[in-house]
């Protein structure tokens, strides 16, 4: 029989009626009830390590749920984590690089209706991530509406319907049909032993484009900011004519700030390569997220970060795959005629 150690953190999933909206309020052994008509053979103790709505949720957070895990790593088989959904795909992602050398299944699941109401999600989900928590199976993982995601891969897509995580730019892992588990890929085991990185370093900026982006905002982001995203436009173009981003751009970079390009297209990455407006800033040693998502890039520049305060050494950090968060095959490199 397969041990499994329930970690609660709130969210949706254990939400109650409150005097100003749902919150979090059911405890871990609440949530357990809900398992004793279909425990799968399973031998489950739950474990409350926080009631918070997954938007309160924050970097120190994520430190906590890896040690927990970490803690108990050797007592069980398997982790299930139930997470409120809005940061949910952050989370997986943080603890997919905290967590290394993982020979066991971490799964995180949540619910768009708390468990306690007639029309939810919540049992369907829970059952699904706690059968996929008895795999032989190594990795971080999202259980959602029957389809299982790589932890960097998973981002929210609708706030309301029950398919609301899809898996960006990689395959799904597999599929739970009642007590079933259909694989589409597993991943590789791994080959080094387990062992936690949590040192984060939470001080990173996303910044979103648009037209009429003030180059001024750059000055602020030089003297408040360890690290900084760059959301940018289709294949990674940076503004250059009119409001000209590029001098501040290099500002960062001379100071030895971590700048990195990403695209605001939620598919297929981007190829900083291929027009003027994406080379002109490549010229400066600027990170490239290839077909990375954002609920990877923020948890993985942290974790850069939280490792080396040399940039060249956070950029070769960034632009390595792990854990499944990058394509090896993605085309982001510079063109043989320069």
Same mark, same amino acid.
């Given at each position: 029989? =397969? $041990?499994? @150690?329930?970690? /609660?953190?709130?969210?949706?999933?254990?939400?109650?009626? *409150?005097?100003?909206?749902?919150?979090? %309020?059911?405890?871990?052994?609440?949530?357990?009830?809900?398992?004793?008509?279909?425990?799968?053979?399973?031998?489950?103790?739950?474990?409350?390590?926080?009631?918070?709505?997954?938007?309160?949720?924050?970097?120190?957070?994520?430190?906590?749920?890896?040690?927990?895990?970490?803690?108990?790593?050797?007592?069980?088989?398997?982790?299930?984590?139930?997470?409120?959904?809005?940061?949910?795909?952050?989370?997986?992602?943080?603890?997919?690089?905290?967590?290394?050398?993982?020979?066991?299944?971490?799964?995180?699941?949540?619910?768009?209706?708390?468990?306690?109401?007639?029309?939810?999600?919540? =049992? $369907?989900? @829970?059952?699904? /991530?706690?059968?996929?928590?008895?795999?032989?199976?190594? *990795?971080?993982?999202?259980?959602?509406? %029957?389809?299982?995601?790589?932890?960097?891969?998973?981002?929210?897509?609708?706030?309301?319907?029950?398919?609301?995580?899809?898996?960006?730019?990689?395959?799904?892992?597999?599929?739970?049909?009642?007590?079933?588990?259909?694989?589409?890929?597993?991943?590789?085991?791994?080959?080094?032993?387990?062992?936690?990185?949590?040192?984060?370093?939470?001080?990173?900026?996303?910044?979103?484009?648009?037209?009429?982006?003030?180059?001024?905002?750059?000055?602020?982001?030089?003297?408040?900011?360890?690290?900084?995203?760059?959301?940018?436009?289709?294949?990674?173009?940076?503004?250059?004519?009119?409001?000209?981003?590029?001098?501040?751009?290099?500002?960062?970079?001379?100071?030895?700030?971590?700048?990195?390009?990403?695209?605001?297209?939620?598919?297929?990455?981007?190829?900083?390569?291929?027009?003027?407006?994406?080379?002109?800033?490549?010229?400066?040693?600027?990170?490239?997220?290839?077909?990375?998502?954002?609920?990877?890039?923020?948890?993985?520049?942290?974790?850069?970060?939280?490792?080396?305060?040399?940039?060249?050494?956070?950029?070769?950090?960034?632009?390595?795959?792990?854990?499944?968060?990058?394509?090896?095959?993605?085309?982001?490199?510079?063109?043989?005629?320069?």
């Amino acid at each position: 029989m =397969k $041990k499994i @150690l329930l970690l /609660a953190t709130g969210g949706t999933i254990a939400s109650v009626e *409150g005097d100003e909206g749902l919150k979090p %309020g059911l405890s871990g052994e609440d949530l357990l009830k809900y398992f004793q008509r279909a425990a799968l053979s399973a031998d489950v103790t739950a474990k409350i390590l926080m009631n918070r709505d997954s938007t309160n949720m924050q970097p120190e957070h994520w430190v906590q749920i890896a040690e927990a895990v970490a803690e108990h790593y050797e007592q069980y088989d398997g982790f299930l984590i139930t997470h409120g959904t809005d940061t949910l795909g952050y989370t997986s992602a943080a603890l997919s690089y905290m967590l290394q050398g993982l020979n066991k299944p971490v799964v995180l699941t949540g619910s768009q209706v708390p468990i306690s109401f007639k029309k939810t999600d919540a =049992k $369907k989900n @829970l059952f699904n /991530a706690l059968r996929f928590a008895c795999e032989e199976i190594g *990795g971080v993982f999202v259980v959602f509406d %029957g389809r299982v995601i790589i932890g960097t891969r998973a981002v929210k897509m609708r706030t309301k319907s029950y398919d609301a995580f899809e898996s960006i730019n990689h395959p799904y892992v597999a599929y739970v049909t009642g007590d079933e588990v259909h694989y589409h890929w597993r991943p590789s085991p791994s080959e080094q032993p387990f062992h936690i990185e949590t040192s984060l370093s939470p001080d990173v900026f996303l910044l979103k484009l648009y037209p009429g982006t003030k180059p001024e905002i750059f000055d602020f982001l030089k003297e408040h900011y360890r690290g900084v995203i760059i959301e940018s436009f289709g294949n990674g173009g940076v503004p250059f004519e009119g409001r000209n981003l590029l001098p501040k751009i290099k500002e960062l970079t001379d100071a030895g700030i971590a700048v990195m390009i990403s695209t605001q297209c939620l598919e297929e990455g981007h190829d900083l390569y291929l027009y003027e407006v994406g080379r002109k800033v490549a010229q400066y040693p600027v990170i490239v997220s290839g077909d990375m998502n954002t609920e990877a890039i923020v948890p993985k520049l942290m974790w850069a970060l939280g490792k080396t305060d040399d940039p060249a050494e956070v950029k070769k950090i960034i632009e390595t795959p792990l854990a499944y968060d990058l394509s090896r095959d993605w085309g982001g490199s510079a063109p043989e005629n320069g």
